[in-house]
């Protein structure tokens, strides 16, 4: 990570009236090892379908203001990629998947990963017929379940979206099992229960096409609420385990620090990547999400990654409430609203608060903490810990009226920093920035933490070759923990990649 340092800035700070000072211990033990920030390419997300390329544009690589490098797109329930994309509700007529190419052809160029998730595969594998739920009356409100003879079909049916794909010039990262198995819907959606998910990974995933599509890794089905029930079974089975790569879930309902991370802990102990892959926070608005609402935000990226989330993709990312703007009048309760600010292929404020985590906490590893909780959901005072390169990075989110203090107690002596600053004053790009310096490196620091704020500080690490081995990994049952080049943990390593020994050193390994 490159140093950006300005002029001096003096760091201590006058304490006067009511502030309070909370301290923040960042101790020496590392957690997860984040692989990214995404959003979806999904029906209304980019209308139509991801051929207007201008969000990923906006969003995606290093070099964009924002830093995504995650994109999910939607698996629909067809064979070939060149039909007519039909009307929204013609369940006999398939979509195509030709409509996210564009975008997912940009996500890759910049070295970005993509993933598909179906929300119903085939209705003629469906006990209901049809790529429908079943929970509509033209239904006869029959649920859709994948039926028991055609488990055999699914894994091949993959095959053929991954197939379709690679020859249009995306290689897929990965593929999902389903889209939130356990909410019974009238769009297009399937039901699993915990133990179907199960049979159908443990008998027959092995079916997936890994030699052929290398490196491809498949993701658990994405309960709605994070049901821990759906992961747990396959982590509880070494067979269904051994073919699971990534579990995930969405928390609507759900906060992360609850069904998450209880998840996750079953999915750390076996290597597994944790990632959140669906939410919205305020959608369904008449307005632009207001300075608060952003918070809410920031708080729900904190608390992910708190709960051991290594990856989190957001739901839309060109809606009013979400990344990009539409440009659009917005139904509301029947009604055509125009939303101020709202303009088409915009960079909206939420971008900026998502840029914290994705350009800064991309590619780095959690450090535990102490003092404030990074346990309690939602609560005003947040923070999270990271080390990434030569670089420690705390994110501090105060969402009182009133401007405070920490009190830092860092593992590894810092020497300068920066420090970028939200505070839902300024009217572009949201991130102040301002710069650290340190009279003399240190362990011990005092910072101001101004009010109904989101902070990243970035600290630079003195002598940080000697310094980053001080820092130890969590108690793990693998002695050696492997990485691709990406950062991204790797169950079944192959090929070049990073490896982390016990003792917190790192070396590129070549792995036949």
């Known amino acids: 990570m490159k140093r950006i340092f300005a002029t001096v800035l003096a760091l201590v700070v006058v304490m006067a009236g009511k502030a309070t000072t909370y301290t923040i211990m960042v101790s020496d033990t590392r957690l997860q090892t984040v692989t990214g920030f995404g959003g979806a390419c999904c029906d209304g997300a980019m209308c139509p379908f991801g051929s207007d390329t201008n969000p990923v544009k906006l969003l995606y690589g290093k070099e964009s203001k924002i830093g995504l490098n995650i994109m999910r797109m939607e698996i629909s329930p067809n064979f070939v990629g060149d039909v007519v994309v039909p009307e929204w509700g013609n369940w006999d007529t398939p979509y195509d998947w030709k409509g996210s190419l564009p975008s997912a052809k940009i996500v890759k160029q910049r070295g970005g990963i993509v993933f598909g998730t179906p929300w119903s595969p085939p209705g003629e594998y469906k006990t209901n017929g049809t790529a429908q739920g079943g929970n509509a009356d033209d239904q006869g409100n029959k649920e859709g379940r994948l039926r028991k003879d055609c488990y055999e079909k699914f894994f091949p049916w993959l095959n053929t979206f991954l197939k379709y794909m690679n020859q249009n010039g995306v290689n897929v990262d990965a593929v999902s099992i389903q889209n939130e198995p356990d909410w019974w819907v009238s769009y297009s959606g399937c039901l699993y229960t915990p133990e179907e998910q199960l049979d159908l990974v443990k008998n027959y995933a092995h079916m997936l096409d890994r030699e052929t599509y290398k490196g491809v890794r498949l993701i658990s089905a994405e309960p709605l609420g994070f049901d821990p029930k759906y992961s747990n079974k396959l982590m509880n089975d070494a067979t269904a385990r ?24 079953l999915a750390e102990k ?104 990074s346990s309690a959901t939602d609560a005003a005072i947040q923070a999270s810990a990271y080390i990434k390169g030569d670089s420690l990075i705390l994110m501090a989110i105060n969402a009182t009226k009133g401007e405070h203090y920490i009190k830092l107690s860092l593992p590894v002596k810092v020497e300068s920093g920066i420090h970028l600053l939200s505070t839902g004053n300024e009217t572009e790009n949201l991130c102040q920035e301002s710069p650290i310096t340190i009279d003399e490196a240190t362990k011990e620091l005092t910072l101001n933490y101004p009010a109904k ?8 690490i003195q002598n940080a070759g000697t310094a980053i081995n001080e820092i130890k990994p969590a108690e793990t049952s693998d002695t050696k923990i492997y ?17 982390r020994s016990a003792d917190g050193s790192a070396r590129k390994v070549i792995i036949r």
């Not at 879930?249 to 992360?256: K, T």
């Not at 704020?453 to 630079?460: E, K, N, V």
């Not at 990406?486 to 070049?496: D, E, Q, T, V």
């Open 483 to 499: 990485y691709d080049l990406h950062g991204r943990r790797l169950s079944s390593p192959s090929g070049l990649c990073i490896e």
């Open 270 to 373: 076996y290597g597994k990547e944790v990632w959140m892959t669906e939410h919205s926070v305020t959608d369904n608005i008449d307005h632009l999400p207001n300075w608060d609402e952003q918070l809410t935000f920031a708080k729900e990226l904190n608390e992910c990654m708190n709960a051991g989330c290594t990856g989190y993709i957001y739901w839309y990312m060109r809606a009013h409430w979400a990344f990009v703007g539409t440009g659009e009048a917005v139904e509301i309760n029947g009604k055509k609203i125009n939303i101020a600010g709202n303009t088409k292929n915009k960079l909206l404020p939420r971008a900026f608060v998502m840029s914290h985590f994705s350009k800064h906490v991309t590619g780095a590893t959690r450090l535990k903490i102490s003092g404030v909780s």
């Open 242 to 265: 051994d073919q699971i790569d990534i579990i995930a879930g969405h928390i609507y309902g759900h906060p992360p620090l609850v069904n998450m991370k209880n998840a996750a802990i």
């Open 453 to 460: 704020s989101l902070s990243t500080y970035i600290f630079t």
